[in-house]
């Protein structure tokens, strides 16, 4: 919870591993997720993070429980 501009989505896309950080580190499971190559972070992806939208991401078609239940990558996990 913030204001406007104070890096709310930021956080959640350097944890989704969508954006890459200029510095500093993140860590899960004890290891560095950007220190990873691409394949075993996109692993991270696809097991491990989990991305509802806000806007216009869902299908409309589905009700809330299955939009957040169908498992879609990320997209773009770096």
């Not at 913030?2 to 860590?27: C, F, N, Q, W, Y």
């Not at 692993?43 to 009700?63: S, T």
Request: proline share 6%; aromatic share 8%; charged share 25%.
């Amino acid at each position: 919870m913030g204001a406007s501009g104070s890096g709310k989505s930021t956080v959640l896309h350097v944890l989704g591993a969508m954006d890459i950080p200029d510095r500093g580190a993140v860590e899960y499971e004890k290891r560095d997720l950007f220190g990873l190559r691409r394949s075993p972070r996109r692993a991270y992806c696809d097991r491990d993070v989990g991305i509802v939208f806000q806007f216009y991401h869902l299908l409309p078609e589905l009700n809330a429980s299955w939009n957040v239940l169908i498992a879609r990558p990320a997209p773009s996990c770096r």
